[in-house]
């Protein structure tokens, strides 16, 4: 049962931009946290953004100022707005969800990748 679906991702030059979506089933996106990672190749997954159910959002230190992320509750999509983007933001990203007691729901899906290369 596929619960979280990426998209939109591809190649860009650098400056460019790109936003992500992903689809989620409503039970996972109704009342929970949604987060967006990424994996660089060769690192570790990281966390990249995050958006309460009540819409306050957080990004990581390396993108803040150029990445937006937003939730659309009736349509179950999160987004992650991506400007100004740099070779080093190209990875796979990847959407998840979180419970109030901090579990992550969904067992980790294909991706999207961005490559940001000129």
């Known amino acids: 049962q596929v619960q979280l679906v990426e998209s939109g991702g591809g190649l860009v030059q650098p400056g460019g931009s790109l936003r992500l979506s992903c689809a989620a089933s409503?039970?996972?996106?109704?009342?929970?946290?949604m987060l967006w990672y990424r994996r660089a190749p060769g690192k570790q997954r990281e966390w990249v953004a995050s958006?309460?159910?009540?819409?306050?959002?957080n990004v990581v230190d390396s993108v803040k100022g150029r990445f937006t992320i937003s939730r659309d509750n009736g349509k179950n999509t999160v987004y992650l707005q991506m400007n100004s983007l740099k070779p080093e933001d190209t990875a796979v990203y990847y959407c998840?969800?979180?419970?109030?007691?901090?579990?992550?729901?969904?067992?980790w899906g294909q991706g999207t990748q961005v490559t940001v290369s000129s």
């Open positions: 998840n969800a979180r419970n109030g007691l901090g579990y992550l729901l969904v067992s």
């Open positions: 409503r039970s996972i996106f109704s009342s929970n946290t």
């Open positions: 958006i309460t159910s009540g819409g306050s959002t």
